[in-house]
Every structure is written in C-alpha cells, then in structure tokens.
T-cell receptor, first 113, second 114 residues
Framework: DSGVTQTPKHLITATGQRVTLRCSPR?????VYWYQQSLDQGLQFLIQYYNGEERAKGNILERFSAQQFPDLHSELNLSSLELGDSALYFCASSVDLNTGELFFGEGSRLTVL | GNSVTQMEGPVTLSEEAFLTINCTYT??????LFWYVQYPGEGLQLLLK?????DKGSNKGFEATYRKETTSFHLEKGSVQVSDSAVYFC?????????????FGAGTTVTVRA
C-alpha cells in the first residue's frame, strides 16, 4: 500500500460527458502528479501541483483540468470525453518538488463508450 | 528535453534466467535515474535509483549502474522468479532544474514462466 488513494477505481461513461477523479496523497506529501497510461501512448505526464500551486504541465488537453485543494487532495476533471480518453489515470505524490521518488496510487480506469 | 529510451518488449524468460533491460537517456546536466516496476493491477512503485555517475542502485536482487560515459542505466537481475513478471519503467529526473516532472520510458513487459 503506497498510501495514495484514488477514487473511483473504475468508471464507465459516455462520450461528451464529464468526470472527476479524486486523489488523496500520502500523509505529509505536498506534491501531487497526474499521469495517463494508455496502451498506445504509454505513461504520459499530465500535471503537477505543489502545496496548492500548479508547478509543471505536460501533455494535458484543454478539456482536462486539475486542482489541488488546501487539504492537499487533488481532483482531475475530464470533460467533453472522447473514446480516446479511455485510459488508466494515475495519481502520485512526493514529499517535495525535485524528487524522483513518487508514490503511485492504484489508478482510476476510465472507459468512455 | 530530458528523455529515456528503453528496450521494447515483451520479454519472456524462464525462471532462474538472467534478465537485462536496456535504458539510455538524453539530458543536459546531471539527472537522477530510476527504475519503477508495475505489477499486474497495481500502480507503479520505485524499484531502485541512482543519483550520480557510477552509483549502483539495488533492490530485490535487481541492480542498475549509472553510466555517464554511455548515458545508460541498464536493469539486471541474475535469477528471475515468476513473481518478477511485471512492467518495468526507466525514468529520469533532473534535480534542481525547472523541469520538475519525472520522465518515463515506454515500459518493458517482462513475463517469467515457471
């Protein structure tokens, strides 16, 4: 158990819909990362927050947004969903910014029909 | 930018065989290097790391040495078990840079048969 909690574990929805994925980092970790894992594109970095502020952005679509709240949990919002958004979305956390030691949750599997 | 390239899989081995997964990197400066492992149905977890040239990371019988001259960080295990079946990711992170994200390779799927 990494200490990172993601909900929901599985989600099935239709094209055009909007979903919210939630992540609770390990106790004491200030940094939260979101990654998308798909069969054709591997593990893609989406976005990183540190203590409530956005610190790095990767290949995140404009239809996606995220935030980190004062209690340090984070949410990833995916809107106008397309079939190609079907993937496993991982949240990870770390104590500080410049570490490569990330602790990953078990992921949220999104299926868009 | 910073990136890693790892050998494509899948790799299928018999138990007790020797495993090598190649990883090379491109980066300016002095990155830290990592191997992560993803067991079936789970999230990624850190397997080992090395923060400077000639460092050797090791864990669970796996080893990798940070080779600056060849920009490589190959993962090795002398005798694999069925329980080592997983996807292995090489990654790098440049400490102190503005590029905060961890860059992962494409992953190598390893299957160990009894």
């Amino acid at each position: 158990d990494s200490g990172v909690t993601q909900t929901p574990k599985h989600l099935i929805t239709a094209t055009g819909q909007r979903v919210t994925l939630r992540c609770s980092p390990r106790s004491g970790d200030l940094s939260v990362y979101w990654y998308q894992q798909s069969l054709d594109q591997g593990l893609q970095f989406l976005i990183q927050y540190y203590n409530g502020e956005e610190r790095a952005k990767g290949n995140i679509l404009e239809r996606f947004s995220a935030q980190q709240f004062p209690d340090l949990h984070s949410e990833l919002n995916l809107s106008s969903l397309e079939l190609g958004d079907s993937a496993l979305y991982f949240c990870a956390s770390s104590v500080d910014l410049n570490t490569g030691e990330l602790f990953f949750g078990e992921g949220s599997r999104l299926t868009v029909l | 930018g910073n990136s890693v390239t790892q050998m494509e899989g899948p790799v299928t081995l018999s138990e007790e065989a020797f495993l090598t997964i190649n990883c090379t990197y491109t980066a300016t400066g002095y990155p830290s290097l990592f191997w992560y492992v993803q067991y079936p149905g789970e999230g990624l977890q850190l397997l080992l790391k090395a923060t400077k040239a000639d460092d050797k990371g090791s864990n669970k019988g796996f080893e990798a040495t940070y080779r600056k001259e060849t920009t490589s960080f190959h993962l090795e295990k002398g005798s694999v078990q069925v329980s080592d079946s997983a996807v292995y990711f090489c990654a790098l992170n440049r400490l102190g840079s503005n590029d905060y994200k961890l860059s992962f390779g494409a992953g190598t799927t390893v299957t160990v048969r009894a």
